[in-house]
């Protein structure tokens, strides 16, 4: 039995390690198209920003580990052109064949910056690859920019724009919708602007950028550019192979991460995965989504029995020092779901002032006829990660907000208020159902 | 319609504000023996340690704010002797009586210091009202002892031990039985100790304080002694009054905290609440849950209609800035109440090390019959609040171990790593299933 994996990062990586732990007999071969494999490429912009100071440190894993402790033939620059089901083998660029019985397809997802007018001069950067950080970098410190311009608002662009203010270069972030950080929610939206723009980041929602000319973008005068919008799965490889793909555009599969074709299976950034609030499929590319998606597609692949649930879509990002945080939906994504959202959202010390403590926003969204929580919101410098992942247990186990409520949550004046924020807003909510 | 409410710090202010809140012409008295009422007797050790300053910082709310803006009739001093249900009245110490409707008794806990032979010494402290609080920093200041015992390991002893080795104080901690934090879980006690020993704490398990001589503590000598053992509901006025007690010896309530005696309401240190991962009633003191069945108490005593579901047992204590967080049962507990505890014990960084992330122990336990997710503990520097919270919120809802390794929690650098320890923990348990 052979399994080949496509894609060497998050979701195939973890496919293969727990592949070989189901099955010590199997043969795995992982195929990488790019130089490096199993980086953490949500480390990248922290690799901009200097604070991590060797791209060395983003990898993880090398490919000789894998080979020596693993006993998986990892071969980066392996770039898979062609998959042909019927005869149960992929097609490298170079012309050779790998023969499969099983088929992991993590082939994640890109910025088409060559899609955009002006997008391949050398002033302009993706922030996707170890060799993208590593170009950037060097921009910066050799070229010295002063104005830059951020295309897009999601995480990646928002963690770009902190990373560049904090090298004292200009930015002036372009975000194509009305939203930032990809949450359809006003109030949040207006919260990671003020923090941006407090940071001395210019921030312009509704503004695409058409192209990019050597001094400019638009009317924003600028000597580097880096986009990060319009990531799209990269799915041409398996649909042409006759993969489905969903109506979010990536891979559908089932629970077990199986595509239409059997013993072919997908997972991370280039497949879509159930959201356990809506319990329809959803499109948000993560690393921690890869990696569970991995972990399940390489146990079935080895014959293992594994189902992947899904997902509430939780996320953070650090903006200057603040924790961004949300799960679930907003009001206005619940109500675009069919749902009735109530929300509430509240404002309260998340420790005691006697411990520096500092205010932490906190917003949930409850359906008013099942009063099922469907998400929630959490802004501070502090403990908004926890905060998040209380809610996220809770989307997760499809809590009411009157249980929600009565959370035996811990409390010691160095941690928290004895009235956690959580319950401060449960009980808001409550008064608003 | 009167309410009358024993107590005025934690359980009793929580049902007498939601009692107004419920009914806006009830007629409310809120009866405390003490000088002040509305005091987080959890800040008391952080008063002691100095890092609180006044006293006044202490107390949240006064009576004057109560009778302004709740109409709540707060009196301070005003010591109840006894209770008369059958002529609906309770008599206070001055001989005066005052008429209810309804009762709520919230007269709390004791550490039952003169029961030990030279308890009543002037350098013997408790730690339980902000008066004792006042005259501990005065001594501190004034006699400038150089050897404290500390009797009694739970969470007040602890914390007492802390800051008195803040302020230069030699330690000794006698705990009477052989674990610390009231946590049977013999890892869990030994990293107590070693955070403890490591920060100059003297711990002395198993070694009860048999009396208190003018300098020295059995073998100990010392010029100062905190006791912070045996805490006893106070339970006396009610069960003269033929209120129930139940098995753990603190009063017994339905889920709305009604006693046996109908429209006679309790909650706070002096009740027992239902455990929800045994069913079974149980006496855990806190802060978090006094407020809570306060309310609930407060509620339908003024005519709503609310239950208490019960409480996890979660607790959380800062030692010399390290969170150690319990929640649930551990495998030792599990195994009393007739569960097949399985376990898993993991050690993990919290976040990333370029952001100078420190290590975390997360330990989960779970039922190797039904998977269900019994308890467990998180030890760290940072996150450990967060993390307790969402093993708390699994318990909750009884959530199994399989859906719990799949929990969608925040990843972000600043935050955690991609895969957060509590999810190492749960594939470790997986593995031992």
Same mark, same amino acid.
């Not at 949300?326 to 009735?340: D, I, K, N, P, Y």
């Given at each position: ?15 293969? @390690? ?77 012309? /050779? ?64 724009? &902190? ?27 207006? $919260? ?26 638009? &009317? ?18 398996? /649909? ?56 399940? /597609?390489? !146990? ?24 961004? $945080? ?21 404002? !309260?010390? /998340? ?32 403990? @908004? ?16 907000? &009157? ?6 949550? !811990? ?23």
């Amino acid at each position: 039995m052979a399994l080949v994996v496509i894609g060497g990062v998050a979701a195939g990586l973890s496919a293969a @390690a727990r592949a070989r732990r189901v099955d010590p007999r199997l043969e795995i071969v992982v195929l990488e198209k790019g130089p490096v494999i199993s980086y953490g490429a949500c480390g990248l912009p922290y690799f901009v920003e200097g604070r991590i100071r060797e791209a060395s440190q983003l990898v993880v894993y090398t490919p000789e580990y894998f080979r020596k402790e693993r006993n998986i033939d990892v071969r980066t620059g392996a770039r898979v052109v062609a998959i042909s089901h019927p005869r149960r083998e992929v097609t490298l660029e170079s012309g /050779a064949r790998v023969a499969y019985d099983r088929l992991v397809i993590a082939t994640g997802a890109r910025c088409d910056i060559a899609g955009i007018p002006g997008g391949t001069q050398p002033h302009v950067f993706a922030l996707h690859t170890v060799d993208d950080a590593e170009r950037m970098r060097a921009f910066l410190r050799e070229r010295r920019p002063r104005h830059a311009v951020v295309v897009g608002g999601g995480y990646i662009g928002v963690e770009a724009a &902190d990373a560049l203010r904090r090298n004292g270069v200009g930015v002036t972030l372009l975000e194509r919708s009305r939203r930032l950080l990809l949450r359809d929610d006003d109030r949040f939206t207006a $919260a990671v602007r003020k923090q941006l723009e407090k940071h001395g980041v210019e921030v312009r929602c509704e503004a695409a950028a058409q192209a990019i000319e050597a001094g400019q973008v638009g &009317d924003v005068r600028c000597d580097m550019v880096v986009v990060s919008a319009g990531l799209h799965p990269n799915v041409e490889l398996a /649909a042409e192979a006759g993969v489905e793909t969903g109506r979010s555009g990536a891979i559908h599969t089932d629970d077990r991460m199986e595509t239409n074709l059997r013993g072919v299976y997908a997972a991370g950034d280039c497949a879509e995965v159930t959201h356990l609030v809506t319990g329809r499929p959803t499109y948000i590319p993560l690393g921690t989504t890869a990696n569970k998606c991995g972990r399940v /597609a390489g !146990a079935n692949a080895a014959g293992g029995r594994e189902r992947f649930p899904g997902i509430v879509g939780t996320s953070i990002v650090g903006i200057f020092g603040m924790g961004f $945080a949300t799960t679930g939906l907003s009001v206005e994504q619940a109500r675009a779901e069919g749902f009735s959202p109530v929300a509430a959202r509240i404002e !309260a010390y /998340a420790r005691p002032r006697y411990f520096q403590g500092s205010k932490t926003t906190v917003e949930l969204v409850a359906d008013r006829h099942s009063r099922r929580l469907l998400g929630g919101s959490v802004i501070g410098e502090e403990g @908004a990660a926890g905060r998040i992942n209380v809610i996220a247990t809770a989307l997760g186990s499809r809590m009411q907000v &009157d249980e929600f409520e009565q959370l035996d949550l !811990a409390y010691a004046p160095p941690f928290s208020t004895v009235w956690d924020p959580l319950l401060i807003a449960a009980q808001q909510l409550m008064k608003e159902m």
